[in-house]
């Protein structure tokens, strides 16, 4: 069971660069999130998405794109980095339902990213 | 809005002593989730326990327990005889049940640093 996972752990980039963080999940989870994750800003939500092919911005949007083409995976782009993109990223997955597992969200391991 | 608060920025205690990490939480919606994770040393996020707002019952899961009292918005979580490996960052998550019947975001507490010294 791979359940969620992240690629890459652990990036450094220059400003301005194009980076892409994959996150593929393998239970079929409807919802797809991406987080960000700083001191002193605790977890914020950058984008998520409902299905595939349906994306919306979350509270922290710019400087960011996501896709769904396929149901399992959703990448984030970061199109031009910059250094307060520095942080930690993290990938989740939610299905559907009031039941024992359902409506609870699971987190990839995380994404450290830096750019200098 | 939502909002969770966690009471405790850090706690520290010593081996087998029981420690409860509070959290506080403010919605507008009659359906919510309440959600508790674990963030060790290395990083990643570990789902421990989710609530449901319909569901008032207390639980236990080995030496974890929860207590969620709708009447002043608080889900708190103890560990009893704690251990050196709890030492974590514990998140309290708050997340409303949309349309869909599905959650699509959670709202996070800024967290509380255990550290369980032996």
């Known amino acids: 069971d791979a359940g969620i996972t992240q690629s890459p752990r652990y990036k450094i980039t220059e400003t301005g660069r194009q980076v892409t963080l994959m996150c593929h999940q393998t239970?079929?989870?409807?919802?797809m999130f991406w987080y960000r994750q700083d001191l002193g800003h605790g977890l914020r939500l950058i984008y998520y998405?409902?299905?595939?092919?349906?994306?919306d911005k979350g509270e922290v949007p710019d400087g960011y794109v996501v896709s769904r083409s396929k149901t399992e995976n959703f990448p984030l782009t970061l199109e031009s980095a910059t250094r307060s993109q520095t942080s930690v990223y993290f990938c989740?997955?939610?299905?559907?339902?009031?039941?024992?597992?359902?409506?609870?969200?699971?987190f990839g391991e995380g994404s450290w990213l830096t750019v200098v | 809005a939502q909002k969770v608060t966690q009471v405790q920025t850090e706690i520290s205690v010593v081996e087998k002593e029981d420690v409860t990490l509070d959290c506080v939480y403010e919605?507008?919606?009659?359906?919510?989730?309440l959600f508790w994770y674990k963030q060790p040393p290395s990083g990643e996020l570990v789902f421990l326990i989710r609530?449901?707002?319909?569901?008032?019952q207390n639980e236990i899961s080995g030496r974890y327990s929860w207590n969620f009292q709708k009447s002043t918005s608080s889900f708190n979580f103890t560990i009893t005889a704690s251990q050196v490996v709890d030492s974590a960052v514990y998140f309290c998550?708050?997340?409303?049940?949309?349309?869909?019947?599905?959650?699509?975001?959670?709202?996070f507490g800024k967290g509380t640093l255990l550290t369980v010294n032996p």
């Open positions: 989740a997955s939610s299905g559907a339902g009031r039941g024992r597992t359902g409506n609870t969200i699971y």
């Open positions: 239970w079929s989870h409807s919802y």
């Open positions: 998405s409902a299905a595939a092919d349906i994306t």
């Open positions: 919605t507008r919606d009659t359906t919510y989730y």
């Open positions: 609530r449901n707002s319909f569901d008032e």
């Open positions: 998550a708050l997340s409303e049940e949309n349309s869909g019947g599905s959650n699509y975001k959670l709202t």
